[in-house]
Antibody, heavy 120, light 110 residues
Framework: EVQLLESGGGLVQPGGSLRLSCAASGFNFGSYAMSWVRQAPGRGPEWVSSIDASGGGRYYIDSVKGRFTISRDNPKSALSLQMNSLRVEDTALFYC?????????????WGQGTLVTVSS | QTVVTQEPSFSVSPGGTVTLTCGLSSGSVSTNYYPSWYQQTPGQAPRTLIYSTNTRSSGVPDRFSGSILGNKAALTITGAQADDESDYYCVLYMGSGIWVFGGGTKLTVL
């Protein structure tokens, strides 16, 4: 059974940093692209960033480029998102998600999410 | 910037059939966009229903189906049940590793 367990969310002041983590199990982690998707309160999901299976290809939504960095540790089946220069509008539930293949293939599994709140 | 469009709301009678659509503000949706559909109830993570146009995710009943209808992707629910009342989101692949979600459709079963 595929399981994705996020952690690292919390309350941070504008301009601060957080590092989200996702522990994956139940599949061959190193064979699949992974993503972070966020959902602000009362709104729909928004794709944030993807990383290909090897970690060589990384992709970001324009609003987080230069502030967020996605990474993965395949031997540890772990995905991370380093978030710097956080803004109030980054407040959201952040989901770790597995793609059904490469980054060009859709998400097929989601975690339960970790909440990030950016507020003074 | 291309926007992914969905009906804001839809209603269906129990046992009825409903088709939700996913389009583009400019252009037509094709299989090359790998349209996918997710169901979300309040307080829960999204659940994958359909990916890559018409592939049903594990455990999803066959009354959920995906297709391309005209210039849009479509999610059809046949024999609607009360617990189908949810928000439904589509997502499209825009190339260069970028995915864009639609704004979602709130489905009411009554």
């Amino acid at each position: 059974e595929v399981q994705l367990l996020e952690s690292g969310g919390g309350l941070v002041q504008p301009g601060g940093s957080l590092r989200l983590s996702c522990a994956a199990s139940g599949f061959n982690f190193g064979s699949y692209a992974m993503s972070w998707v966020r959902q602000a309160p009362g709104r729909g999901p928004e794709w944030v960033s993807s990383i290909d299976a090897s970690g060589g290809g990384r992709y970001y939504i324009d609003s987080v480029k230069g502030r967020f960095t996605i990474s993965r540790d395949n031997p540890k089946s772990a995905l991370s998102l380093q978030m710097n220069s956080l803004r109030v509008e980054d407040t959201a539930l952040f989901y770790c998600a597995k793609h059904s293949g490469t980054v060009t293939r859709p998400i097929d599994y989601w975690g339960q999410g970790t909440l990030v709140t950016v507020s003074s | 910037q291309t926007v992914v469009t969905q009906e804001p709301s839809f209603s269906v009678s129990p046992g009825g059939t409903v088709t939700l659509t996913c389009g583009l503000s400019s252009g037509s949706v094709s299989t090359n966009y790998y349209p996918s559909w997710y169901q979300q109830t309040p307080g829960q993570a999204p659940r994958t229903l359909i990916y890559s146009t018409n592939t049903r995710s594990s455990g999803v009943p066959d009354r959920f189906s995906g297709s391309i209808l005209g210039n849009k992707a479509a999610l059809t629910i046949t024999g609607a049940q009360a617990d189908d009342e949810s928000d439904y989101y589509c997502v499209l692949y825009m190339g260069s590793g970028i995915w864009v979600f639609g704004g979602g459709t709130k489905l009411t079963v009554l």
